[in-house]
């Protein structure tokens, strides 16, 4: 069964559209994040929600909107996409809101988002 | 501030070869060290962290807090090693993770 799940796989669009990417987890985590990894493989942190609660939002531009309908989702809403908006996006999720010796990230496999 | 660094980019060696896939942090403070692998095709997961000061697949980490640095090794390099690695640093308390830029592994047979 898998554990994250993230939908679609793969998004191609034209700039200017809104478009969403969707993430599941049927491990009970608290806490479930969003990260963007650049075409340089750079992975950086956009958002994370803790029990529908968002705790870390950073510098990313207002068109992108995260939405917890619950803890176990946490989906990921782009308006009026740019060119620079293409990236591998990834969804994780982790047992708890505090890092420490028990927490790991458990992973999506990405959606690769490319806009024309 | 990057919090995270791994100088190489992308590194090969041939099999059966060591290997060290460096990583620098800047972090004041304590942090936890990880070190995640993404094979071709398949998801990014943990590979190993400091705190478990644990041999994964024949990897090991030190963390040396002097120099900043949390090294991974592998005396021996398999094919199968083969991978995109990430450093990543996550402070004791709190919920973000940092992660590197990542070093692509290409061990040559």
């Known amino acids: 069964d898998t554990a994250v799940s993230q939908t679609p796989k793969y998004l191609v669009t034209q700039m200017g559209n809104d478009k969403s990417i969707k993430c599941e987890q049927n491990l009970g985590h608290d806490t479930m994040y969003w990260y963007k990894q650049d075409s340089k493989k750079f992975l950086k942190i956009m958002f994370s929600?803790?029990?529908?609660?968002?705790?870390i939002n950073e510098t990313v531009p207002n068109r992108f909107s995260p939405k917890s309908p619950d803890k176990a989702h946490l989906n990921l809403h782009i308006n009026s996409l740019e060119l620079g908006d293409s990236a591998v996006y990834f969804c994780?999720?982790?047992?708890?809101?505090?890092?420490?010796?028990?927490?790991?990230?458990?992973f999506g496999s990405g959606t690769q988002l490319s806009v024309l | 501030a990057q919090r995270v660094t791994q100088p190489e980019k992308l590194l090969s060696v041939f099999k059966g070869a060591p290997v060290e896939l460096k990583c620098n942090y800047s972090?004041?403070?304590?942090?936890?060290l990880f070190w995640y692998v993404q094979y071709s095709r398949q998801r990014l997961q943990l590979l190993l962290r400091h705190i478990s000061r644990e041999s994964i697949k024949g990897f090991t980490a030190d963390l040396n807090k002097g120099e900043t640095s949390f090294h991974l090794k592998k005396p021996f390099a398999q094919e199968e090693d083969s991978a995109m690695y990430y450093c990543?640093?996550?402070?004791?308390?709190?919920?973000?993770?940092?992660f590197g830029t990542g070093t692509s592994l290409t061990v040559i047979p």
């Open positions: 929600y803790n029990n529908k609660e968002l705790i």
């Open positions: 994780a999720s982790s047992r708890h809101r505090a890092a420490g010796v028990n927490e790991k990230l458990f």
């Open positions: 972090y004041s403070g304590s942090p936890e």
């Open positions: 990543a640093l996550s402070p004791y308390t709190g919920n973000q993770f940092y």
